[in-house]
């Protein structure tokens, strides 16, 4: 029924005639709820500020990564892709699983970002203090146990680029539970514009070498972390809250084994290939590995805004219209998107990257398969974490891991680049299947609601393409 104006006397024995002013009115019913269109609505709304956002720095981050390989060769290319992939895996086992606790705790506790600030600003100055000492020390060990004697000093670079990294991570991971992608989208631009200027000037006009890339990077996190953080400075001055530390360590813990592992899986193939091979084939397969992941950035769009719904809407409890849609629609996006990406990156290593790179096209294509699946683990992990069960998501991680470690030690030392493509693709694919039968088990949504797309979903595309070539917005 209509509801009478906000400031109209309830009704009673002293207002027998409140509604007589509004005679000319027909009542008609409420309509009722509509979750499953609300949460379509929502998903669809951050989703495409995702896909705008990331299809722009996937650009501009595209022709920064053409622009280095080109300049540095595939041997220190490849050298840096070592040196990145060590750090991003130092990051993992310090973090404390404090970049997707943060997701969750800044979806549920809004008013606590100052407090969520602070606690990752110490934890990063810690960071710094400890990391930064041991890679100066240690760097020629480094340079000699993983890149062949190369590196040296570069190595203490590398590892500044960590605390960095965290706190980039930690800032926009704030900015994405308070469900600002908006902000978090055009700030993401603007670091890969500034990527690609350090880039330019710092390799292509200094000849800085391997270091312009680690001081661009740091540069592009820079513009992140200030931009994300005067948002949350506007409610106070970051402050310590030790009691919000031990909750977040506490969820973060149960993450943390499956961010470790999930870097493991995604990055260590970099580091056994190094040990076995020259590092001009760290170069081509890293190469390889940046195209066929764009499809897991797409992953990635999907997966921050569904998790973030997730938590928002009381984790456990939250019902399935937005873990069903976010899925199923990843599943039909992503696979029409590795399907394009065999023929746009077939193209763009042999005319973009050129002749130097062509031995990075085969174990391209053999990744393909495999990245759309880890794609859909992705989310599907994701949605796990907004349910408050980060534990269950890393143990199918932990497995996922430890066939990637069998696989690359039994396939890099007799076939490289390829065996190391091959041991990815199975790792990937067996995630990707375990990680949805573990939803399906913790949601009770059933598979083909989870992940086959329906007419329905077909449909929304149907309209939008329909709705472009109409002129219509």
Do not use: K
């Not at 906000?6 to 002013?21: H, K, L, V, Y």
């Not at 240690?138 to 000699?144: I, T």
């Not at 973009?352 to 992705?378: D, E, K, N, Q, S």
Request: proline share 6%.
């Amino acid at each position: 029924m209509l509801d009478p104006p906000i400031d109209a006397p309830a009704p009673g024995p002293s207002s027998p005639d409140w509604w007589e002013p509004l005679p000319q009115l027909r009542l008609v019913p409420r309509p009722p709820p509509d979750p499953a269109g609300t949460a379509a609505r929502r998903l669809a709304r951050f989703v495409s500020w995702n896909v705008l956002g990331t299809g722009t720095s996937l650009a501009l981050g595209f022709g920064a990564s053409v622009l280095l390989a080109r300049l540095l060769g595939p041997s220190n290319r490849g050298v840096l892709a070592v040196m990145l992939s060590a750090g991003t895996l130092a990051l993992a086992l310090t973090a404390g699983g404090l970049p997707v606790s943060v997701v969750y705790f800044a979806a549920r506790r809004r008013e606590a970002g100052p407090a969520i600030l602070g606690n990752c600003l110490l934890h990063g100055l810690v960071l710094a203090a400890v990391l930064v000492p041991l890679a100066l020390l240690a760097s020629g060990s480094l340079g000699r146990a993983l890149t062949h004697g190369h590196g040296g000093g570069t190595w203490g670079l590398a590892a500044a680029l960590v605390p960095v990294t965290f706190l980039d991570w930690t800032t926009h991971s704030q900015l994405q539970g308070r469900l600002e992608f908006g902000r978090y989208n055009a700030l993401l631009v603007l670091q890969r514009i500034t990527y690609l200027i350090g880039v330019l000037i710092l390799l292509g006009v200094l000849s800085l070498g391997i270091s312009s890339a680690l001081i661009a990077t740091m540069a592009g996190s820079a513009v992140m972390i200030a931009g994300s953080a005067l948002p949350i400075l506007r409610a106070g001055r970051p402050r310590l809250d030790l009691t919000l530390m031990r909750e977040m360590l506490h969820y973060g813990a149960r993450a943390q084994i499956g961010s470790v592992l999930q870097i493991a899986n995604g990055r260590l193939d970099v580091i056994v290939l190094g040990l076995f091979r020259p590092t001009a084939q760290v170069g081509y397969y890293v190469v390889a590995q940046t195209l066929a992941e764009l499809v897991v950035q797409l992953a990635d769009t999907f997966q921050w805004s569904n998790m973030a719904l997730v938590a928002s809407d009381d984790g456990e409890r939250s019902g399935p219209g937005t873990s069903a849609l976010a899925i199923r629609h990843l599943t039909l996006v992503a696979g029409l998107a590795a399907a394009a990406d065999a023929g746009f990156g077939t193209l763009v290593i042999t005319f973009a990257y050129g002749p130097a790179f062509r031995p990075a096209v085969l174990p391209m294509l053999i990744l393909l398969p495999g990245v759309w699946l880890m794609a859909i683990a992705v989310v599907a992990q994701g949605d796990l974490g907004g349910r408050g069960r980060p534990g269950l998501a890393s143990a199918l991680t932990a497995a996922a891991a430890a066939l990637t470690v069998v696989l690359d030690l039994a396939l890099i030392p007799l076939f490289g680049v390829i065996g190391a493509a091959i041991a990815s693709t199975c790792a990937y694919s067996a995630l990707g299947l375990a990680s949805l039968v573990t939803l399906n088990r913790v949601s009770g949504i059933p598979l083909r609601r989870l992940c086959v797309p329906g007419r329905a979903d077909l449909a929304v595309y149907v309209r939008f393409v329909r709705r472009v070539l109409s002129g219509r917005r």
